[in-house]
């Protein structure tokens, strides 16, 4: 999912390392807009397909109360759904054991032998991310009239007007990853329930102190320390010299992340 400024309907896109091009006509509704993936080719363009529905995106997405999107990602290919109050979710889609094969033709499908999908595709993470301007919707501005007429750039019309981003906000009701035998590997994620920005910070904290106190009992300089939360899983560790660099550098915040949603 994703758009910028005044877009009203849902990019599709996969951004690759060279080598990676749908190859077969997509079997998805919605029709192959580029097939390269490469992200050095084309401005970054990827290989994208555009919905053509205005609910897909914007203020008819939010106007219609949002949606259930799926992802199917095989050795195949990449499949995508999205269901609303108008085209209901199957019974099965937050259950114990989906099965895409009943859901009907995916709203997006990337496929065929000229890409190797699993050599391009792995280790990924789950992003939500709020850009402001950036590459794509900065060189954007002036090409939309609504947007120009608001102020000369992107970047000016954000530094000048930060009450217009009240409304900016993601608001997940569930979140889950199964593996493709329909085994549920990770647990529902309710708002309710979600960490804070500030919960995680303190994660943090408890790390930097933790690496303290390692050091102070001539522990090795760099002992790792698991922090919860800030890390895809419990086995990955952050190196204290750097947990206590970004507190320092960002007192009171959570930490600044940088996280990949495209391909290898």
Same mark, same amino acid.
């Not at 970004?246 to 940088?258: E, L």
């Given at each position: 999912m994703?758009?910028?400024?005044d877009?009203?309907?849902n990019?599709?896109t ?8 749908v190859?077969?006509q997509?079997?998805?509704?919605m029709?192959i ?9 084309n401005?970054n ?9 205005s609910?897909?995106?914007g203020?008819?997405f939010?106007?219609?109360?949002g949606a259930?999107f799926?992802?199917e990602?095989?050795s195949?290919?990449i499949s ?5 109050r108008?085209n209901?979710a199957?019974?099965?889609?937050f259950g114990?054991?989906?099965n895409?094969?009943?859901w ?10 000229g890409?190797?999908?699993?050599g391009?595709?792995a ?5 939500f ?6 590459a ?17 750039s992107?970047?000016?019309y ?7 981003? #009240? &409304? !900016? +906000? ?5 979140l889950k ?5 329909? %085994?549920? /590997? ?14 995680d ?17 001539? #522990? &090795? !300089? +760099?002992a790792?320390?698991t922090?919860p ?5 419990a086995? %990955?560790? /952050? ?12 007192p ?7 996280a990949?949603?495209?391909?290898n």
């Amino acid at each position: 999912m994703e758009g910028v400024n005044d877009q009203t309907t849902n990019f599709m896109t996969l951004h690759t390392s060279p080598g990676c091009a749908v190859t077969s006509q997509s079997n998805g509704q919605m029709p192959i807009y580029s097939s390269n993936c490469d992200t050095s080719v084309n401005g970054n363009e990827g290989c994208s397909i555009h919905d053509t529905s205005s609910q897909s995106y914007g203020a008819g997405f939010n106007s219609d109360g949002g949606a259930q999107f799926a992802m199917e990602w095989t050795s195949s290919g990449i499949s995508i759904w999205w269901f609303n109050r108008n085209n209901p979710a199957p019974s099965d889609m937050f259950g114990a054991s989906p099965n895409p094969a009943g859901w009907g033709q995916p709203r997006a499908q990337w496929a065929g032998s000229g890409c190797n999908w699993d050599g391009h595709f792995a280790s990924h993470n789950l992003v939500f991310d709020t850009t402001f301007c950036g590459a794509w919707a900065g060189a954007d501005w002036s090409s939309d009239s609504t947007c120009a007429a608001k102020a000369s750039s992107c970047n000016d019309y954000v530094q000048n007007n930060p009450g217009a981003f #009240a &409304p !900016a +906000y993601w608001n997940i009701e569930a979140l889950k990853v199964y593996q493709q035998n329909g %085994q549920r /590997v990770s647990r529902r994620a309710e708002a309710a329930n979600a960490t804070t920005p500030e919960e995680d910070f303190d994660a943090l904290h408890a790390a930097v102190a933790a690496a303290k106190v390692a050091r102070a009992k001539r #522990a &090795p !300089a +760099y002992a790792p320390q698991t922090v919860p939360h800030l890390v895809p899983s419990a086995s %990955q560790t /952050v190196d204290p010299e750097w947990a206590r660099a970004q507190a320092t550098q960002f007192p009171g915040h959570a930490r600044p992340t940088r996280a990949r949603h495209d391909g290898n």
